[in-house]
């Protein structure tokens, strides 16, 4: 079994004049770190170098393409000394290796990709401080870069996901999820959405590409359910006939179209 002791770092001293992005940027990477360490803790380092899927990375090359792409951009790109050759880099590379093949690259072992993330997420975190609180930088203004950065460790644990979803061998130990509150009753009816004028979209610092530009868009009144479509109404909707009742159906609607509501 691979040992897998992450130290992590406490939470970013605010009181030091960060502004609030700081704080964001490094609970958002430590969160998408734990989820990642979490997922991979239980698993014997053979398991972390197996090709599972010619779909998928092997496991642990996900660790290292994470941490390379972080000290590329938080590092590097912001002007902190390299951790690696930039050579490193071609290694880890998505565009330069077909997800078949990455098993044959002269890969990390597990245990140096694991020091690898440890020591990105510590010089990133001293240089994090160093940074200016405002900036017109564009990787910098409002903390851009921070957010691509976690938020492309979130897609690898989704990433991850999939891979482990994929193995076959040995049974994957589920980490223990926290405990969720129990739901409060939700009236099984529809709210009145009166429509009018909405901002749709975002122009935050944090927000995707096809999350942009925010505008203003008018919506006409609807209905909506008061709580989410189980797989048990959308049964009931199925056997009913729904996919064939042009009430459902936008009118005109051929058959790859979605049903109204
Ligand atoms: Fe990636």
Redesign the pocket.
Known sequence: MFPLVEERSGPLDVSGGCLPWKSRAWAELETARARVLSMLGGLPEEELRRQHSPLMSPLIW?VA??AN?EEQWLLRALGAPAITDPAFDAIYD?FRHPRSTRSQLPLLPPESAFAYARRVREAVREHLHTLPETSTVPLLAGGYVFGMVAQ?EQ??AE?LAATLQLMTAPEYPVPAARPRPRPGAVPQTEVFIPGGPVRLGSDAAWAYDNERPAFRQHVAPFLMDAHPVTNGDYRVFVESGGYADPRWWPPGAGRSSRPKG
């Open positions: 996900d393409h994470v792409y998505a492309h897609q690898h990433t």
